[in-house]
Nanobody, 123 residues
Framework: QVQLVESGGGMVQAGGSLRLSCAAS????????MGWFRQAAGKEREFVAR????????YYADSVKGRFTISRDNAKNTVYLQMSSLKPEDAAVYYC????????????????WGQGTQVTVSS
């Protein structure tokens, strides 16, 4: 099993920045891919970004491309999501996720989930 714990959420004004962290523990050697999803009130959970645990290959949803950056620190077993130029529509609960193989963008393809951290963006 892999445990994921997110932190760093909060309230920020539109145009501001936040950095989310996701600390992984347990059988992290079994994980190939880390990612971030988000779920706004009344909406489905959607893919935000992913990074391969062993490399630097990254991929972003079009809605966040150029504004968000995913990165990882293997020594700390931690993945980050740097969010800049935040918009009100970015407000959501952000979830860290991990997968044993190379998943698609659908949440059901991911194996482990954190508890989520709330991001609120005021206009």
């Amino acid at each position: 099993q892999v445990q994921l714990v997110e932190s760093g959420g909060g309230m920020v004004q539109a145009g501001g920045s936040l950095r989310l962290s996701c600390a992984a523990s347990g059988r992290t050697f079994s994980v190939s891919t880390m990612g971030w999803f988000r779920q706004a009130a009344g909406k489905e959970r959607e893919f935000v970004a992913r990074i391969f645990w062993s490399g630097i290959n990254t991929y972003y949803a079009d809605s966040v491309k150029g504004r968000f950056t995913i990165s990882r620190d293997n020594a700390k077993n931690t993945v980050y999501l740097q969010m800049s130029s935040l918009k009100p529509e970015d407000a959501a609960v952000y979830y860290c996720a991990a997968a044993r193989n190379v998943p698609g963008f659908a949440p059901e393809n991911w194996d482990y989930w954190g508890q989520g951290t709330q991001v609120t963006v005021s206009s």
